[in-house]
């Protein structure tokens, strides 16, 4: 099939970006890489009356490290995630999780911002993301405000982005050196929809002791969601098998859904055998 018409709208610049949607309003969408919008088109899942094309916005694509952060711009695409330096080195489980995106075709077209912007619940950026504490940044012409990457996914492919709202950079901190951390999904087949997915990142004291834990589980539920209370048992001590396990048994209770993929108790105890698995890359080590 074709898409619906469409007016189509090709900014230069961040601000004429969002003063298309400012004007449009609920009838825009932006379009970035088109990996999942374009396809939704084309069935017409999705009709938008305006189409924001913001590829020509280079202020959008820039990725760079400063003060402890990691700024990647909304049009950062999945193969630069996966393989430039600045991110294998400041923040390491995002190249990890982004080789596990699509194919190789979807990376080099998919972008950040797009990726995040669908809020599908099996994506790995936005479990990896909720693992890592990252802050979207959204602006409009009224101004920008920063929003917690567990407050911006609020159900199945949706988000709380305003119509009039860009997301224009994901803010993520860097590593040190005691961090650890661990990501893991489980497909049907390579390049696949994940049935459910797992990630965590650990600060460690000089004992070896978890000072800090963030756990995120993926796929298994309507949005990928923060694991506080797995989190709660893994601080304070080192990682054991017993702490590991209780940990785990957390991801067993998230909230589910059936599909024709698998039903939701498939997809939590997934998740939980996959909390585990992450547990253990972190220190290394199997238990």
């Given at each position: 099939m074709k898409p619906a018409p469409f007016r189509y709208v090709r900014p230069q610049t961040r601000m004429e970006a969002m003063e298309a949607l400012a004007r449009y309003g609920e009838d825009a969408k932006v379009l970035a890489g088109g990996q999942s919008l374009v396809p939704l088109m084309n069935l017409r899942l999705a009709r938008p009356k305006v189409l924001v094309d913001i590829n020509r916005v280079a202020e959008l694509g820039t990725?760079?490290?400063?003060?402890?952060?990691?700024?990647?711009?909304?049009?950062?695409?999945?193969?630069?995630?996966?393989?430039?330096?600045?991110?294998?080195?400041?923040?390491?489980?995002?190249?990890?999780?982004?080789?596990?995106?699509?194919?190789?075709?979807?990376?080099?077209?998919?972008?950040?911002?797009?990726?995040?912007?669908?809020?599908?619940?099996?994506?790995?950026?936005?479990?990896?993301?909720?693992?890592?504490?990252?802050?979207?940044?959204?602006?409009?012409?009224?101004?920008?405000?920063?929003?917690?990457?567990?407050?911006?996914?609020?159900?199945?492919?949706?988000?709380?982005?305003?119509?009039?709202?860009?997301?224009?950079?994901?803010?993520?901190?860097?590593?040190?050196?005691?961090?650890?951390?661990?990501?893991?999904?489980?497909?049907?087949?390579?390049?696949?929809?994940a049935l459910a997915l797992a990630a965590c990142v650990l600060h460690l004291d000089g004992q070896g002791r978890v000072a800090a834990a963030r756990v995120a589980v993926g796929g298994a539920g309507p949005v990928p969601v923060r694991l506080r209370e797995a989190e709660q048992v893994l601080q304070g001590a080192p990682l054991s098998e017993e702490r590991v396990a209780e940990a785990a048994s957390f991801a067993c209770a998230v909230e589910g859904y059936d599909d024709v993929h698998a039903p939701a108790w498939y997809r939590q105890r997934l998740a939980g055998w996959l909390v585990r698995r992450v547990l253990q890359q972190a220190v290394g080590e199997e238990m």
């Amino acid at each position: 099939m074709k898409p619906a018409p469409f007016r189509y709208v090709r900014p230069q610049t961040r601000m004429e970006a969002m003063e298309a949607l400012a004007r449009y309003g609920e009838d825009a969408k932006v379009l970035a890489g088109g990996q999942s919008l374009v396809p939704l088109m084309n069935l017409r899942l999705a009709r938008p009356k305006v189409l924001v094309d913001i590829n020509r916005v280079a202020e959008l694509g820039t990725l760079e490290r400063r003060d402890g952060v990691l700024i990647l711009g909304a049009l950062v695409r999945h193969r630069q995630v996966e393989r430039d330096v600045r991110v294998t080195e400041a923040c390491p489980i995002l190249s990890r999780a982004a080789a596990h995106i699509g194919f190789p075709a979807v990376r080099n077209r998919g972008t950040v911002g797009g990726s995040l912007a669908h809020a599908d619940p099996a994506a790995e950026l936005g479990c990896v993301l909720l693992a890592t504490g990252a802050v979207v940044v959204l602006e409009s012409t009224d101004g920008r405000r920063e929003v917690p990457i567990e407050d911006l996914f609020v159900g199945p492919y949706t988000t709380c982005i305003r119509p009039e709202e860009l997301l224009v950079e994901v803010r993520v901190p860097v590593f040190g050196e005691t961090t650890r951390w661990g990501f893991a999904e489980f497909t049907r087949h390579e390049g696949g929809f994940a049935l459910a997915l797992a990630a965590c990142v650990l600060h460690l004291d000089g004992q070896g002791r978890v000072a800090a834990a963030r756990v995120a589980v993926g796929g298994a539920g309507p949005v990928p969601v923060r694991l506080r209370e797995a989190e709660q048992v893994l601080q304070g001590a080192p990682l054991s098998e017993e702490r590991v396990a209780e940990a785990a048994s957390f991801a067993c209770a998230v909230e589910g859904y059936d599909d024709v993929h698998a039903p939701a108790w498939y997809r939590q105890r997934l998740a939980g055998w996959l909390v585990r698995r992450v547990l253990q890359q972190a220190v290394g080590e199997e238990m």
